[in-house]
């Protein structure tokens, strides 16, 4: 086998098993702490997939970003150290029994199809080609939805002020 | 990345993203809600990749779409945490079982 398969399968077991950790840990710290490992592993995928702009975008908006917001309000609401309630034993069953049988499921009719069984030998996209496409308005271009979704951050950045400000005692009655 | 057939990565996402959905289920503070959410994100993107690159190779469809999924995922996160965070304020708790005045 060689050494790229075996890094994949690596890195595969490593952020399910991270992920799981993150899913069943009853410390709600810890349940962020492997989230990190877990994502971090994904931009690892995307390294192996030969994506290096995609990975480099996962690691600074995920790892760097949104991993460091929810540590933040796990800070600000739960502190570190509080222990989360085990889920009731029957939720539990019927949780992992529907999870089960849903892979079970879609791995069944994913055997179905005759997907092409190794990729293309082709090099990757480079980033000057990709840079050009996002801001591209010709036909194919991504020059649309990069201004919609640079307006939808404007409005979710405004959104987040209005909804987290706190509103002083005396003006509450306004 | 040539020897892996294109069903491994498909079985490994769809795993990620059942983890994701136990968490959903199982779960009931809202902090580890949103990072189940986070990891089915995830699995999508790697979906999304994936079939960029084993059956389209020379495009990048894929990477816009895994692209902007990040993007509106980082919105998210933090209009949920700015949610979470008011919520904790009136009520001192972001258990989802303790905000039900809009249940009936």
Same mark, same amino acid.
Request: a neutral charge.
């Given at each position: 086998?060689?050494?790229?398969a075996?890094?994949?399968y690596?890195?595969?077991? $490593?952020?399910?098993v991270?992920?799981?950790?993150s899913v069943?840990?009853?410390? #709600?710290?810890?349940? %962020?702490i492997?989230?990190?490992? @877990? +994502? ?8 192996w ?11 600074? $908006?995920?790892?760097?970003? *949104?991993?460091v ?10 502190? @570190?150290g ?12 019927f949780? %992992?029994?529907? $999870?089960?049988?849903? +892979? ?5 009719i994913?055997q179905?199809?005759g ?12 980033m ?5 496409t996002?801001?591209?308005v010709q @036909?194919g271009?991504?020059?649309?939805p990069f201004?919609?979704?640079? #307006? +939808?951050?404007?409005?979710?950045? $405004? %959104?987040? *002020? %209005? #909804? ?9 009655n306004? | 990345?040539? &020897?892996?057939?294109l069903?491994h990565? =498909?079985?490994?996402?769809?795993a990620l ?9 199982t779960?009931? /503070?809202?902090?580890?809600l ?5 990891l089915?994100?995830n699995?999508?993107?790697i /979906?999304l990749a994936a079939?960029?690159?084993? =059956? ?14 990040i993007?509106?995922?980082?919105a998210?996160?933090?209009?949920a945490i700015?949610?979470?965070i008011n =919520?904790?304020r009136? &009520? &001192? ?11 009936y």
């Open positions: 086998m060689p050494a790229s075996i890094f994949f690596v890195i595969a077991t $490593v952020i399910l991270t992920a799981i950790l069943t840990t009853r410390r #709600i710290f810890r349940a %962020a492997w989230l990190l490992f @877990s +994502l971090m592993g994904i931009a690892g995928v995307y390294f997939l030969d994506m290096n702009f995609l990975a480099a975008v996962q690691i600074v $908006v995920y790892v760097g970003g *949104i991993v917001l929810i540590i933040f309000s796990v800070f600000l609401t739960q502190g @570190s509080q222990s989360l309630p085990v889920p009731a034993k029957f939720r539990l069953f949780s %992992a029994l529907a $999870v089960l049988l849903g +892979l079970a499921f879609t791995i069944w994913l179905g199809f997907f092409l069984a190794t990729a293309p030998d082709v090099p990757a996209v480079e000057r080609e990709i840079g050009k996002m801001l591209s @036909s271009g991504y020059a649309l201004e919609l979704v640079s #307006i +939808l951050l404007l409005a979710a950045m $405004v %959104a987040c *002020i %209005a #909804i987290a400000m706190k509103i002083p005692a005396d003006k509450k306004d | 990345m040539s &020897h892996i057939p069903q990565v =498909l079985i490994f996402s769809t993203f059942f983890i994701g959905m136990f968490g959903m289920f779960r009931r /503070n809202l902090i580890t949103l990072m189940s959410v986070e089915m994100l699995s999508v993107n /979906n079939f960029n690159k084993y =059956l389209y190779p020379q495009q990048t469809g894929g990477l816009f779409l895994a692209l902007f999924i993007i509106i995922a980082a998210e996160a933090a209009i700015a949610i979470i =919520l904790y009136s &009520h &001192h708790s972001i258990d989802v079982d303790d905000a039900t005045e809009m249940k």
